[in-house]
């Protein structure tokens, strides 16, 4: 006589480490776009504010002109 098929039932249980390294990855990701913000509008306020002072550099000197003209 033929033997039976036999069922095999394999039961798998992770450890979590995959959603672990997953969530890390995802920490990771997010603060590194928080950094990359951050220093792109640090760049922008600091040529703001480098704008800001070469205009105010250039009206005093127009002023100096007229007080010297008069």
């Known amino acids: 006589m ?4 036999r069922t095999v039932i394999v039961e798998r249980r992770g450890g979590g ?3 672990l390294i997953a969530l890390l990855a995802v920490i990771v990701i997010a ?3 928080y950094m990359y913000v ?4 640090d760049k922008n306020d600091a040529v ?12 005093d000197t127009a ?7 008069k």
């Open 2 to 5: 033929a033997e039976e098929p």
């Open 17 to 19: 480490m995959t959603a």
């Open 31 to 33: 603060i590194g776009a």
């Open 38 to 41: 951050e220093s792109n509008k």
């Open 48 to 59: 703001s504010d480098a704008a800001q002072k070469v205009g105010d550099a250039a009206k």
């Open 63 to 69: 002023d100096a002109v007229k007080d010297a003209v």
